[in-house]
């Protein structure tokens, strides 16, 4: 019998990948043993971020080799193209676009019976970026992270990210931090890492709010420090899930599935189909691509976490995407807009066939850092609002106190706290009260 690549399954089948519990979970161990790494960080500091790297990274490095000097960002400019900074500016620019409308909006104002209120918003003090590096370069998380956290005026913005065999950092991410204006950049990452930005060490100093997201342990770290210091969101493994019928074309779910897949082992990647047919089109598109293109073990490994339900119909395949709440939604239906208003639990949204996840990923202007894991069912994706505080500032008049009082004194009266009205009786007193 020939192995599949994917499980093609009935709807009946997925619970069980639905749940994705041996991906998400926090066990007991993992737990403990980054536990263990935020202790010896808090208590030996760049002795410890050091220890670990070599360790985990397999780079030895000095004390003074965490910060990443001015010399060593100008070096890298010499070691990347002028298209490449052209594609990085275009993407920090479009986020610029996007998130700069999303402030806007929270500058609003209301006048309500003699009560003005507006809004005002106030940046965070200080946000550390986790980026995620070593063998890989993500310059594209940089931009996410940190492009938002500028926009909306934190003005200290770091960013720690893993160090490559070599003990360098690539040339890429530090052109990107460069452009992005990144106030400091460390090479440290893993769980220390997230330790690091949250309490701080003798050459990092703690932040105020840690984003970005990372391998299972970086978020098992950022949920275990959230006691003492914000977070953004558990953003973990790459997902996508697609939603697709007859009318879709089978090698482009394929290659959707396969950009993903290409992420990491442990990304998971599924499409939901009411077409028995497009389902094993989809599988034999997929055993040609593993032949020929790049990273093809990675893309095979996550492949064999992946899965294709076949549903009996539409209200079948929204009933488990949103029970599945994927990072990444796709829909490629004949009528895509007749679903996606009925979805309510993924962490982007791309309808069309031409709407493919890779340009989410770049530069369609939209943040890729989004919850993973079934978080989508309470948290939204990273944006400007994630480094702002929402300021109301109001101006009541005598006018307008008058109008409320009455409400004030019942409210007050049934909780117990009588000042309350006693406050504004005082500063009513020759008016007739109730």
Known sequence: MKKEIIRILEARQAER??????????NPE????????????????????????????????????????????????????????????????????????????????????GIKIRFSVRPIESVGCYVPGGRAAYPS???????????????RVTVCSPPAPDGTINPLILVSADICKVDE????????????????????????????????????????????????????????LIIADENADPYFLALDLCSQAEHAPDSIVGLLTTSRRIAHEVELELEKLVRIIPRSEVVVEALSNGFIVV?????????????????HLEIITKNPEALVERIFTAGIVLIGEYSTVAISDYCCGTNHVLPTGGFGRVYSGLSALD????????????????????????????????????????????????
């Open 17 to 26: 990948w639905i749940r994705r519990d041996k991906f998400t979970a926090l």
């Open 30 to 113: 993992l737990e403990e043993q980054v536990r263990s790494i935020i202790e010896e960080v808090k208590s030996r500091g760049d002795e410890a971020l050091i220890s670990f790297t070599k360790k985990f990274d397999n780079v030895k490095l000095e004390i003074s080799d965490l910060k990443v000097d001015r010399e060593e960002i100008e070096k890298a400019y010499e070691k990347v193209t002028d298209r490449q900074i052209k594609a990085i500016e275009e993407a920090k620019k479009r986020l610029e676009i996007v998130e700069g409308k999303l402030l806007e909006s929270l500058n609003t104002s209301v006048e309500l019976k």
């Open 141 to 155: 998380t940089l931009i996410m992270t940190t492009t938002p956290a500028k926009l909306a005026g934190v003005p």
């Open 185 to 240: 950049f460390y090479r440290v990452g893993g769980a220390q890492a997230i330790a690091a930005m949250a309490y701080g060490t003798e050459t990092i100093a703690p932040v105020k709010k840690i984003v970005g997201p990372g391998n299972k342990y970086v978020t098992a770290a950022k949920i275990l420090v959230s006691k003492d210091v914000a977070i953004d969101l558990p953003a973990g493994p790459s997902e996508l």
């Open 311 to 327: 549903c009996e119909n539409e209200d079948e395949m929204i009933e488990i995407a949103n029970a599945f709440a994927p990072e």
């Open 387 to 434: 480094f702002v505080k929402k300021l109301p500032i109001v101006e009541v008049s005598k006018e307008g106190l008058n109008n409320a009082v009455e409400y004030i004194r019942i409210l007050a009266e049934a909780e117990g706290l009588l000042n309350h009205y006693e406050a504004v009786k005082g500063r009513l007193k020759n008016e007739e009260l109730p």
